[in-house]
């Protein structure tokens, strides 16, 4: 006869009972994605692999696996976490993933996400070619995630990740030398281009915050959990990207670009630069606005 794990007064065959289970629950709780997954399927893996201790790539044929009853115990603990609190997943895992890179996250830092990680596997090809990528500036780097995968992809470039948060710092350094990039990927604390002195790089790259303060209060309970200044800008959401447009020019080299993701706030910024030629990258997988503008774009 078949044993079966059990928890909470439920009882499993094997790990694809269990995973059943957990879609389930989840989806029945009505969530918000878009933290690393984007349905109750993809979330309850994430949580049930972690509590298990199994890699991801074991699936499907772990599913026809047993599941003591400890393990049963320790992921139904998290899926009822993540439906009391509505914390994304990734901050009950502790791992996120970017580029095809694992990043540590805690609730100091942004659930990295964003789009931009197709420019870094393409080496910012074609707006620049990879090859004579010698600097590379990431504003507000959170876990230090768009650095990392900038490095990876670029490896004869130097990177300086900035941010304001001595929190995040920590958790960025902490994933640079996870991934051995200390010699080439410096975190620096600094407030946009604020102690980076006359530094000029080929490409400044940014995922600043940009969520203005009507916008917060409307966002769904799991983007509320992520740390409010690393969503929140001033003047509607513009405030720290206008920063960052103004100081580029003297940051960037000749034939560098400027790479910032702006999301909900992109028509405020057409209005507020009626005079620049964004460029609005198109992505395969996803979508979030990012705009890309060159340096001679910049001059002026």
Not at 81 to 110: C, M
Not at 131 to 142: E, K, P, S
Request: hydrophobic content about 45%; aromatic content about 6%.
């Amino acid at each position: 006869m078949e044993a079966r794990a059990r928890g909470a007064g439920l009882s499993f065959a094997n790990i694809g009972e269990l995973l059943d289970w957990a879609t389930a629950r989840l989806r029945k709780a009505h969530l918000h994605y878009g933290h690393g997954t984007d349905n109750p399927r993809d979330d309850a893996a994430a949580l049930v692999f972690h509590a298990l201790g199994l890699a991801h790539e074991s699936a499907p044929a772990s599913y026809r696996l047993p599941v003591t009853a400890r393990a049963a115990a320790r992921a139904l603990a998290l899926i009822e976490r993540r439906i009391a609190k509505r914390e994304p997943s990734a901050y009950l895992t502790g791992v996120s993933w970017f580029a095809g890179h694992e990043i540590r996250v805690t609730p100091d830092v942004l659930v990295p996400r964003s789009p931009i990680a197709e420019l870094c596997l393409a080496g910012f090809s074609p707006w620049i070619d990879p090859a004579r990528v010698r600097r590379v500036l990431d504003i507000g780097t959170g876990s230090g995630c768009i650095a990392i995968a900038a490095a990876r992809a670029l490896p004869r470039a130097l990177v300086d990740a900035t941010d304001v948060s001595p929190r995040a710092i920590a958790v960025a350094r902490d994933n640079v030398r996870r991934h051995r990039l200390q010699s080439r990927v410096q975190i620096r604390r600094a407030n946009v281009y604020e102690g980076l002195g006359g530094r000029r790089y080929d490409i400044v790259v940014s995922n600043p915050p940009y969520v203005s303060a009507a916008e917060m209060r409307r966002l769904p309970r799991e983007h509320r959990a992520e740390p409010e200044k690393g969503l929140r800008a001033a003047r509607g959401g513009l405030a720290i990207v206008e920063r960052i447009i103004a100081g580029a020019a003297g940051h960037l080299a000749p034939g560098g670009i400027l790479v910032v993701e702006v999301g909900n706030s992109a028509n405020r910024l057409r209005r507020r630069y009626p005079e620049l030629p964004f460029t609005w990258v198109e992505f395969e997988q996803g979508h979030s606005e990012v705009f890309l503008l060159r340096a001679a774009e910049l001059q002026g």
